[in-house]
């Protein structure tokens, strides 16, 4: 080949590939306003396929026109069954006079926590954690927030509890984000007990580390909820790090809590942190009562082995105070239970595996006959890997969901009432904590094993590098739910993708226009 010739066709060739990466770089910026209702592609999970608002899988790109696409979904989402609901109508039964009331107000402020430091960040009604809201099984909750001087705008969504779509506080998604100087009221029932917490979700990355969140904790019975409040045998305790430090509570190192010896005392943890931690109680009986605010069936005593918690998770621990007191242990941070100073211990190597733990029920009945049938209505796939590309026209290795990169991700749809096995793995090489919104999950299976203990319900799977789980759960509260990684980070960097139900739209609005940002 002449030499001339060779050079052209590597020019040429050099001027594919620049074009190439050039439009791959173009086509990842995302616009200055977008809807979840075109993100990506449709996904019916091998399911009746059904409407949908969105481009969806008839577009090959979503970069439209985008003004539009509000007014757009309006008409053509739902089944041909009449106009779709938009999730801000999703409210659920809310009327009448609340049970509990609350305002919270958020401010950006210097705080001193519980232990006495300062803490720049920002705080409700003037600390942080914020208020912790106790409610009753069936109560009403009002909660009246407002914004005093977030500049970026706020919201409040109640991680685990499945209030209705429209109460759910993602902005950009089931609301605006709340501006400086202005309010918003959330309205829900609280059907199920446990232990639950609430945190911003706009710049959520940002706004949890630096404080706005708080406990949530719904208890049974009216008796149990007095009880609570007398102090002593029930506490909630927010695990939080604020600059560096890991506190209880806003308290670092020892939280001391005042208990009897012989008493039982259940302590409700919480991890508001992005990454998972462990606990475990030396020289004391205990057990785990509860995951994600779901009580476990017939719970064994625990002994040298740490009980891991992934990040938004909860776990209800119970301990019989000895006489000499007693650590909850979280590495070096412990609460001290009761009169005396047991030392520290060293961590046992042993982690507690919640496929068999406790003993199984009658619960998930239904999903577990569909798993025994191999019937159910969809089957979804959320891998996690990682892979280079764009992200908002920045080059990297990112987080990717069967294989796409933000937005490009899938929207999971069913339809009301569908039984939905989802199955995640995660081949990133990081820890993945998955959370669904509005929905609770029961774990089918780990890595191909059927759990054989106590039903498994989660609204927070800590997924690992290398594992896989079989989650399954009734799509029973229709609206657009957010199904993301709970490393706050990680879903600002696209980690995130939504389960969409047939017939309901959302007229809100991500991005830098809309000011809404919910990650
Ligand atoms: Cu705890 Cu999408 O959030
Ligand atoms: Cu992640």
Redesign the pocket.
């Known amino acids: 080949m002449p030499r001339r010739l060779t050079a052209r066709i590597s020019t040429a060739l050099a001027v594919l590939v620049l074009v190439l990466v050039g439009w791959q770089w173009w086509a990842s910026l995302l616009p200055s306003s977008y809807t979840a209702m075109e993100m990506g592609y449709v996904d019916f999970g091998g399911g009746e396929r059904f409407d949908h608002a969105g481009p969806g899988e008839a577009a090959d790109h979503w970069h439209g026109d985008i003004a539009h696409t509000a007014a757009h979904s309006r008409t053509t989402a739902g089944a041909g069954s009449g106009d779709p609901v938009d999730v801000a109508d999703i409210v659920g039964e809310t009327t009448g006079r609340p049970d509990v009331s609350v305002g919270l107000t958020a401010t950006e402020q210097t705080t001193t926590l519980a232990d006495g430091t300062s803490y720049d960040g920002y705080a409700l009604n003037g600390s942080t954690p914020g208020p912790t809201i106790q409610a009753v099984v069936g109560d009403l909750v009002e909660v009246r927030f407002r914004n005093d001087d977030v500049t970026d705008g706020a919201t409040l969504h109640w991680h685990g509890v499945d209030v209705p779509n429209a109460a759910d506080g993602v902005a950009g998604v089931t609301q605006d984000a709340v501006a400086a100087g202005e309010e918003h009221t959330y309205r829900f029932v609280v059907d199920e007990p446990g232990s639950y917490w609430y945190h911003s979700h706009q710049v959520s990355h940002e706004q949890v580390e630096k404080g706005l969140f708080g406990g949530l904790v719904v208890h049974p019975t009216r008796r149990d909820l007095r009880d609570a409040s007398r102090g002593g045998d029930d506490l909630l305790a927010l695990v939080h790090t604020y600059d560096g430090e890991r506190t209880i509570n806003g308290v670092a190192d020892t939280l001391p809590v005042a208990a009897d010896a012989g008493e039982r005392v259940r302590v409700r943890l919480v991890n508001t942190n992005n990454t998972p931690m462990t606990f475990w109680v030396p020289g004391a009986r205990w057990r785990l009562l509860a995951t994600d605010g779901h009580d476990v069936y017939r719970p064994t005593p625990l002994e040298d082995v740490v009980v891991p918690v992934g990040a938004g998770g909860r776990a209800d621990v119970e301990v019989v105070v000895p006489s000499g007191g007693a650590r909850i242990q979280l590495g070096e941070t412990s609460i001290l239970l009761g009169d005396g100073d047991p030392p520290l211990e060293d961590q046992p190597e042993a982690s507690l595996d919640l496929t068999s733990y406790g003993a199984p029920s009658a619960e998930d009945e239904l999903l577990r006959e569909a798993a025994e049938a191999d019937s159910f209505d969809r089957d979804f796939t959320y891998d996690i890997g990682r892979r280079p590309g764009f992200l908002d026209g920045r080059p990297g290795i990112w987080?990717s969901v069967n294989g796409h990169l933000y937005p490009d991700v899938p929207m999971f749809m069913v339809q009301e009432g569908d039984l939905v096995r989802m199955t995640i793995s995660n081949h990133s090489g990081?820890?993945?904590?998955i959370h669904l919104h509005g929905h609770r999950v029961s774990v089918l299976s780990k890595d191909g094993e059927p759990i054989t203990g106590s039903s498994w319900q989660v609204d927070s799977l800590n997924v690992e590098h290398g594992e896989s789980y079989e989650v399954a759960f009734v799509a029973d509260n229709p609206g657009v739910w957010m199904v993301h990684?709970h490393?706050l980070p990680?879903a600002k960097d696209g980690?995130v993708a939504h389960l969409m139900y047939e017939g309901v739209t959302t007229s809100f609005a991500m991005g830098d226009d809309p000011g809404n940002h919910p990650e």
């Open positions: 987080w990081e820890d993945h904590p990684c490393n990680h980690m």
